[in-house]
């Protein structure tokens, strides 16, 4: 979750979030309330539509996600001396490719759902 808000400019709703993790909603909306107790995210109303809530980076979780990185690169590392760099280098670039698909079947899938102004 901090990675993808990191990404996305440190703001999004929490169905964005779902979308960009693959997780349902309710997980995500429990998961949002344990970062806000622990101070690495904020929730505020959305300044637009006060239905929606937009779920914020805060300087201490863009700290703790800054000190996690190396230690999640190591353990991919580790996990990855088994495999040549040039399969490492597919898997990669396949795993991309999948995850890229992925969020632009939810985009089309979001877009056909929303009702047509007409």
């Known amino acids: 979750v901090l990675q993808a808000l990191a990404i996305n400019g440190g703001r999004m709703t929490p169905s964005k979030i779902a979308e960009w993790t693959f997780k349902e909603r309710h997980n995500i909306t429990t998961l949002v309330e344990r ?3 622990e101070g690495l995210v904020k929730a ?3 300044n637009k539509d006060k239905r929606f ?3 914020i980076l805060t300087a201490k979780g863009r700290r703790v996600l800054k000190q996690a990185t190396p230690v999640a690169r ?3 590392d580790q996990v990855m001396l088994s495999i040549s760099q040039g399969d490492a ?3 990669e670039k396949s795993l991309r490719v999948l995850r890229q698909n992925a969020h632009s079947s939810i985009e089309q ?3 056909l759902s929303r009702p047509q102004a007409g």
């Open 35 to 37: 970062l806000k107790r």
């Open 44 to 46: 505020e109303r959305s």
């Open 53 to 55: 809530v937009n779920v």
């Open 74 to 76: 190591e353990i991919i």
């Open 89 to 91: 280098v597919l898997l």
């Open 109 to 111: 899938l979001a877009k």
